[in-house]
């Protein structure tokens, strides 16, 4: 993919035209080859970025405007249709690239294994890296119905390259009961059902350190974002969510890079979804990128 030109379909609201000045590049990841229940998340980058023209420009949360960030949208990675390896190594490759380039990735999904091969390349750049993941799911299975490659595995295959100890869950609120267990026994921390003030309690210790932010939009309660490919009862709400986006940006700890994952358009006719996940790229761009 070029970077010398800005992307040519509909791009993220105030997306900077020039990728050398960016300080930030947006980039869809449409994939949903491995889902065990609903597709339809390969379509959720192009649609966050068309209901993003409804935003504000300004955050008042932040007390920044939009102007303030110089972020590039990159488009969505061409993917092999059907191939989950081939399209996680290309998925690998073009993030490597934005690292090389010093530029901070924000990704948008897709189903949630397109975050793993993300992780990996921001680890080989970070090697002190910890990760912040907010789900509903654990994502810790080793497989799916014998599948390595499935979007219930992403959480384990970092936590595994990096170590359990650097991986941080919160909101988890559904999975088998042999990934809690090996969390627990492996030093994984996860707080269930709740997000604000298990997070507020761990940023302190995280200061200085390199993190990565990935979240899977199902965190929410599907009253609050229905369209997701495995919606579960029982999330927090976007108010929650913005506010734990807040302590982060709050916190001494250096975000690097970051995705939301598993935006599913087709499930919500209301489209609060999407238009959700736009508000909290905003915020995540205002407040996480520097």
């Not at 690998?92 to 990704?107: H, I, M, N, R, S």
């Not at 990760?131 to 979007?151: P, V």
């Not at 003030?197 to 229905?226: F, N, S």
């Not at 970051?258 to 761009?285: G, W």
């Amino acid at each position: 993919m070029r970077f010398d030109e800005a992307y040519s379909g509909n791009v993220f609201i105030k997306s900077h035209p020039i990728y050398d000045e960016a300080q930030a590049v947006i980039y869809g990841m449409p994939m949903d080859w491995t889902v065990s229940y609903r597709p339809g998340s390969r379509f959720g980058p192009q649609r966050i970025r068309e209901v993003s023209i409804g935003l504000e420009e300004y955050s008042p949360y932040l007390d920044r405007d939009l102007e303030e960030v110089k972020y590039f949208d990159a488009g969505d990675i061409p993917l092999p249709f059907g191939n989950p390896q081939r399209s996680l190594d290309e998925i690998e490759k073009f993030v490597t690239q934005l690292l090389a380039d010093g530029k901070v990735p924000v990704g948008m999904g897709g189903e949630h294994l397109v975050s793993w091969p993300v992780m990996k390349a921001v680890a080989e750049k970070y090697p002190d890296l910890a990760i912040i993941h907010m789900d509903a799911h654990t994502d810790l299975r080793e497989s799916y119905e014998g599948e390595a490659l499935s979007h219930s595995t992403p959480i384990r295959k970092i936590a595994n390259h990096i170590g359990p100890k650097n991986v941080y869950s919160f909101g988890i609120r559904s999975g088998m009961k042999e990934e809690f267990v090996w969390a627990k026994e492996n030093g994984m921390h996860i707080s269930k059902f709740e997000v604000l003030e298990p997070l507020k309690g761990v940023l302190p210790t995280l200061a200085g350190r390199p993190v990565y932010v990935t979240i899977d939009i199902d965190v929410l309660d599907p009253a609050h974002a229905p369209g997701t490919g495995t919606v579960d009862a029982g999330g927090i709400t976007s108010r929650e969510l913005l506010a734990s986006i807040h302590a982060i940006a709050g916190s001494d700890v250096n975000v690097v890079g970051f995705d939301l994952v598993e935006v599913a358009p087709i499930y919500d006719s209301s489209e609060q979804t999407a238009n959700t996940a736009s508000k909290l790229i905003r915020e995540m761009l205002l407040g996480w990128v520097k």
